[in-house]
């Protein structure tokens, strides 16, 4: 069993920069697809970034290209979200994610978060 624990979130202006925190416990972050969701009351859940594999390959979505980073740290079993430059449209309930498979992209994601609340004011 894996658990996932997210920090980070927050309440920021526009422009401002957020790193968001994912913990893992029990299997380490190198074995699993770990990614970043975002979801907003009444809209689809969506896809942010992810990172996978020996080599640290990285997903971002367009929509946050250039902005945000997706990193991760094997010695402390943690993966991270740098978000700069944020914008209101960013506002949401950011989610860590883990896909035991390690493929990418998976077809399905194991384990969840509880979410972490993050609100841009213009």
């Known amino acids: 069993q894996v658990q996932l624990v997210e920090s980070g979130g927050g309440l920021v202006q526009a422009g401002d920069s957020l790193r968001l925190s994912c913990a893992a416990s029990?299997?380490?972050?190198?074995?699993?697809?770990m990614a970043w969701f975002r979801q907003v009351p009444g809209k689809e859940r969506e896809t942010v970034a992810a990172?996978?594999?020996?080599?640290?390959?990285?997903y971002h979505a367009d929509f946050v290209k250039g902005r945000f980073t997706a990193s991760r740290d094997v010695a402390k079993n943690t993966v991270f979200l740098q978000m700069n430059s944020l914008k209101p449209e960013d506002t949401a309930v950011y989610y860590c994610?883990?896909?035991?498979?390690?493929?990418?992209?998976?077809?399905?994601?194991?384990?969840w978060g509880q979410g972490t609340q993050v609100t841009v004011s213009s």
């Open positions: 990172i996978f594999g020996r080599g640290d390959s990285t």
């Open positions: 994610a883990a896909a035991t498979s390690g493929r990418w992209p998976p077809r399905r994601y194991d384990y």
């Open positions: 029990g299997r380490t972050v190198s074995d699993y697809v």
